[in-house]
T-cell receptor, first 111, second 113 residues
Framework: GENVEQHPSTLSVQEGDSAVIKCTYS??????FPWYKQELGKGPQLIID?????GEKKDQRIAVTLNKTAKHFSLHITETQPEDSAVYFC??????????FGTGTRLQVFP | KAGVTQTPRYLIKTRGQQVTLSCSPI?????VSWYQQTPGQGLQFLFE???????NKGNFPGRFSGRQFSNSRSEMNVSTLELGDSALYLC????????????FGQGTRLTVV
């Protein structure tokens, strides 16, 4: 069935460094890949998304890349700041609002 | 513009009881999806409603049900609660159904004792 794998489960970086989180999906028909940031006590917040007709998308310090052949996509955060500390989830879907989520990555940015 | 509103924020119920959770989507959004979040299983899709019709359903038992009203507000119901139903229940709204940006509410934290 549909599955999204996410790595690593935890990631610690120094402030100012870059962070990369990777996801792999199983359903080759998937065409929409959002990334969410979840802070303690809050719901997931959509931070960036990419569709299958695009290979890369960037929004300020955040970028997402997609490799359809290899069925994986990655989140890149540059110049990390302490406020980037949160749990990040990747997800995939195909023409529906049924999102299949990865297991999450806890990012800690140390000052 | 107000975000997705879920009520109540916290709920404590006893095993065997039933519970109803409410979700008001962003104004103008017509699709509402529900997810269950637990430490062990992560975020799992429950169901999606669009124009008062269930469009998609996840792999949950029939004790989990939902509905959507003509104003796009949605409710989910869990009957015969089990300890394992303790979770954060999240609602997400989208403008329309089908691979559009989904925005989540803060969730309802359900504890079953």
């Amino acid at each position: 069935g549909e599955n999204v794998e996410q790595h690593p489960s935890t990631l610690s970086v120094q402030e100012g460094d870059s962070a990369v989180i990777k996801c792999t999906y199983s359903d080759s028909a998937s065409n929409y890949f959002p990334w969410y940031k979840q802070e303690l006590g809050k719901g997931p917040q959509l931070i960036i998304d990419i569709r299958s007709n695009v290979g890369e998308k960037k929004d300020q310090r955040i970028a997402v890349t997609l490799n359809k052949t290899a069925k994986h996509f990655s989140l890149h955060i540059t110049e990390t700041q302490p406020e980037d500390s949160a749990v990040y989830f990747c997800a995939g879907s195909y023409n529906t609002d049924k999102l299949i989520f990865g297991t999450g990555t806890r990012l800690q940015v140390f000052p | 513009k107000a975000g997705v509103t879920q009520t109540p924020r916290y709920l404590i119920k006893t095993r065997g009881q039933q519970v109803t959770l409410s979700c008001s989507p962003i104004s103008g959004h017509r699709s509402v999806s529900w997810y269950q979040q637990t430490p062990g299983q992560g975020l799992q899709f429950l169901f999606e409603y669009f124009s008062e019709t269930q469009r998609n359903k996840g792999n949950f038992p029939g004790r989990f049900s939902g509905r959507q009203f003509s104003n796009s507000r949605s409710e989910m119901n869990v009957s015969t609660l089990e300890l394992g139903d303790s979770a954060l229940y999240l609602c997400a709204s989208s403008i329309t159904s089908g691979t559009t940006e989904a925005f989540f509410g803060q969730g309802t934290r359900l504890t079953v004792v």
